[in-house]
T-cell receptor, first 117, second 111 residues
Framework: ETGVTQSPTHLIKTRGQQVTLRCSSQSGHNTVSWYQQALGQGPQFIFQYYREEENGRGNFPPRFSGLQFPNYSSELNVNALELDDSALYLC????????????????FGPGTRLLVL | SQQGEEDPQALSIQEGENATMNCSYKTSINNLQWYRQNSGRGLVHLILIRSNEREKHSGRLRVTLDTSKKSSSLLITASRAADTASYFCAPVSGGDQKVTFGTGTKLQVIP
């Protein structure tokens, strides 16, 4: 157990709807990263939040957006859902630093499986 | 940032045998991380090895790093059925703001 929790565990939506996924980071961690993992693929980086600010973004359209709260928990919002958004969504928390130096160990939650019909 | 390329893509061994997975990357790194993922679950961190380290052990896991060849290997000794999972490497360069994953090595350990 990493101490990172995600909700909900499973979700079914229809095309065009909007969805919000939630992640509680491990105690003491100030950075949350979100990943999308399609079946049979590796996790693809969506974006990262460090101290409530977006701190890097992958190749995902603007309909993927996020938030990080003062307690460092985070939300991933996806608007105008498409069939290809069906995937496992993973969040990972870590300890970030203003000094940079690259990312340290990521602690992953169990994921939210989203199915878009 | 860069992603590692794991090799082989799939590996099937008998319980008790050793399993070796390799990872290659392209540019200099700050550290390299290995993760395991059981089917449909979150990733679990296994080992982080820094660029100035050559070898690291954790239980039945042994990770080596050769920065001159830009490669790393993960050895699992005396494999068990519970080791069946996908294994990912993640090379991290200094200043990277994200950890990037490739497609992984799918390991099957047959009881």
């Amino acid at each position: 157990e990493t101490g990172v929790t995600q909700s909900p565990t499973h979700l079914i939506k229809t095309r065009g709807q909007q969805v919000t996924l939630r992640c509680s980071s491990q105690s003491g961690h100030n950075t949350v990263s979100w990943y999308q993992q399609a079946l049979g693929q590796g996790p693809q980086f969506i974006f990262q939040y460090y101290r409530e600010e977006e701190n890097g973004r992958g190749n995902f359209p603007p309909r993927f957006s996020g938030l990080q709260f003062p307690n460092y928990s985070s939300e991933l919002n996806v608007n105008a859902l498409e069939l290809d958004d069906s995937a496992l969504y993973l969040c990972a928390s870590s300890v970030g630093s203003d000094r940079g130096g690259g990312q340290e160990t990521q602690y992953f939650g169990p994921g939210t499986r989203l199915l878009v019909l | 940032s860069q992603q590692g390329e794991e090799d082989p893509q799939a590996l099937s061994i008998q319980e008790g045998e050793n399993a070796t997975m390799n990872c290659s990357y392209k540019t200099s790194i700050n550290n390299l991380q290995w993760y395991r993922q059981n089917s449909g679950r979150g990733l679990v961190h296994l080992i982080l090895i820094r660029s100035n380290e050559r070898e690291k052990h954790s239980g039945r896991l042994r990770v080596t790093l050769d920065t001159s060849k830009k490669s790393s290997s993960l050895l699992i000794t005396a494999s068990r059925a519970a080791d069946t999972a996908s294994y990912f490497c993640a090379p991290v360069s200094g200043g990277d703001q994200k950890v990037t994953f490739g497609t992984g090595t799918k390991l099957q350990v047959i009881p």
